[in-house]
């Protein structure tokens, strides 16, 4: 699967890349992922990506033809493989539809091979981007990020560990196994402050039912 991240702070996205599951699933050749910067598709001398919004308002707005001119030189790419590409086009924006496992999940069953993310910045996007090119607008929860590039990340993350063998384990799910937001290492006691912190019994016991009863309630 090949992930396309549209950004105006591309040194905000590059050192995530190189790093664990992503970084080894880029290695593996799993996944690849290639950052693209508006910047360099502007026709003004100051390479300006933004102005000022059509009926008043604060701040500033992403303009249409950087980001236009960037999604084109994407599709252009995925048009000279031989293999003929499936395009997903999703815009970052608080206002959209909330990203989940789910959503993760019907990525990888429509066997899409191309993933477009172009990331707010400012107030937000000229709305004629995603007419243009049919793209979704999606939220990672319901609040306001200063850009798209840290929501750009997480769906790269979760959707990149479902891609088969980036994992190496696809039971390393955890939300396709019984697993539990309470987790417990060596030593089986710890002590701190003059009181014993100790390993939950049923954990200690290796009767596999009792555990995974244990998990399921823990994870309420």
């Known amino acids: 699967m090949n992930f396309h991240i549209i950004t105006i702070f591309p040194e905000v996205v590059q050192p995530y890349l190189s790093t664990g599951v992503i970084g080894r699933g880029i290695i593996k050749k799993k996944i690849a992922v290639s950052v693209y910067n508006p910047r360099d598709y502007t026709k003004n001398k100051h390479k300006k990506v933004d102005d000022i919004p059509y009926g008043g308002g604060p701040g500033m707005i992403m303009a249409v033809d950087p980001i ?3 999604v084109k030189k994407v599709q252009q790419k995925i048009a000279r493989r031989k293999i003929k590409g499936k395009i997903k086009i999703i815009m970052t ?13 019907k990525i990888i069953k429509n066997k899409y091979t191309d993933i477009i993310i172009i990331c707010g ?3 937000g996007i000229d709305a004629r981007v995603k007419k243009i090119f049919k793209a979704e607008d999606i939220s990672i929860g319901n609040y ?7 929501p750009a990340m997480v769906m790269l993350d979760v959707i990149a560990r479902r891609v088969p063998d980036v994992l190496g384990n696809m039971s390393s799910i955890e939300e396709s196994r019984v697993s539990s937001h309470e987790m417990y290492t060596r030593p089986e006691v710890y002590e701190c402050g003059g009181k014993k912190y100790r390993v939950p019994k049923v ?13 399921r309630g823990s994870k309420k």
């Open 203 to 215: 954990l200690l016991s290796g009767h596999h039912k009792n555990i995974e009863e244990w998990k």
């Open 121 to 123: 910045r400012y107030e």
């Open 68 to 70: 236009v001119l960037a």
């Open 144 to 150: 306001v990020l200063t850009g798209g590039e840290l």
């Open 93 to 105: 924006s608080p206002g959209g539809k909330e990203f989940s496992n789910t959503y993760a999940d």
